[in-house]
């Protein structure tokens, strides 16, 4: 009997939250280890069932980059990174659509609705839902030179009226990163500055980056479980954040400036780690929000 009582005050913990969050649009980016492990991704693929039943919007941006440099090598082409950005000439972004539209799109599609879902696949360039032009990478040496990187691409415009329609039916967008240019050309696109830039131009209540770490620590190595805009950039400013995390939690912010409510980095390698997140008082990742959301009641959520 203790164990059902359990159950129920989960479900009562969870219960503000599925009122606060109906009809609200939240974008999952969906990338790391929970993408190659078939547990981590099977209870992913129920978590977006679960938010979908209760009324919750969830839109997917799914990443793919170990799976096309394992590709590429057995194709017996060698992957180089600038800046962290795969260089990417035509017969590369032809491995990079291939792989991210041809088969992660279609497998994370395919998990969901298996499960009881209604999942839809695209990539940017369906509907013209991604506007995009080569990136234009500064040389660090001589900033007045551009760094050649190929088919690498940066936002020029969403246009999120597909998504829109998906949402309005319960359909579930499953989005592939890639951009078209002017000309139709397709760019390869960093998986979270495309789920940044959507989560703003959809006014998301959420914006989630799932990832390979804990959530952003301070110099101590402590989690920080609520940061604020300005917390956040003082910690780059200070070298506590470094690496990898610099560009995700800059994403983050950006997404605040364009009117997403809330951002949250979280561990991936945690089973149910989005419904954790979301519905649980404590959380589990870090949250960064604007400094007036601070106050307010479900500040230590999620």
């Keep these: 009997m203790k164990k059902a009582i359990d159950k129920v005050k989960t479900l009562m913990e969870a219960l503000p939250y599925i009122r606060t969050f109906q009809q609200k649009t939240f974008v999952i980016k969906f990338g790391g280890n929970a993408m190659v492990d078939p547990g981590l991704s099977h209870s992913f693929a129920l978590d977006i069932i679960l938010l979908s039943c209760v009324g919750i919007r969830p839109v997917i941006v799914h990443g793919g980059g170990p799976q096309i440099g394992s590709l590429l090598e057995r194709l017996g082409k060698k992957s180089t990174f600038i800046d962290g950005l795969r260089v990417t000439d035509n017969e590369t972004i032809e491995v990079v659509e291939m792989v991210l539209m041809g088969k992660i799109n279609k497998e994370i599609v395919g998990h969901i609705n298996k499960n009881g879902g209604r999942a839809v696949g695209l990539s940017g360039k369906d509907g013209g839902l991604i506007g995009a032009r080569k990136l234009q990478l500064k040389d660090k040496q001589d900033p007045e030179k551009a760094v050649d990187i190929g088919l690498v691409g940066e936002i020029t415009h969403v246009n999120p009226r597909v998504i829109d329609t998906l949402d309005t039916n319960q359909f579930i967008p499953v989005i592939a990163p890639l951009g078209a240019g002017e000309n139709g050309e397709t760019y390869n696109i960093n998986a979270d500055t495309a789920a940044g830039e959507l989560s703003a131009a959809l006014q998301a209540e959420k914006l989630i980056l799932l990832t390979d770490v804990e959530g952003v620590q301070d110099g101590t190595g402590k989690l920080c479980s609520t940061l604020t805009e300005q917390a956040a950039e003082e910690l780059i400013e200070s070298n506590d954040i470094s690496g990898g ?3 995700k939690v800059n994403c983050c912010c ?11 980095i979280i561990d991936g390698r945690i089973e149910h780690a989005v419904l954790l997140e979301i519905f649980t008082d404590g959380g589990i990742g870090t949250q960064i929000v604007k400094q007036s959301v601070v106050s307010q009641r479900f500040h230590k959520k999620r």
């Design 245 to 247: 995390m610099i560009p």
């Design 254 to 264: 950006k997404a605040l400036n364009g009117g997403v409510a809330k951002a949250h």
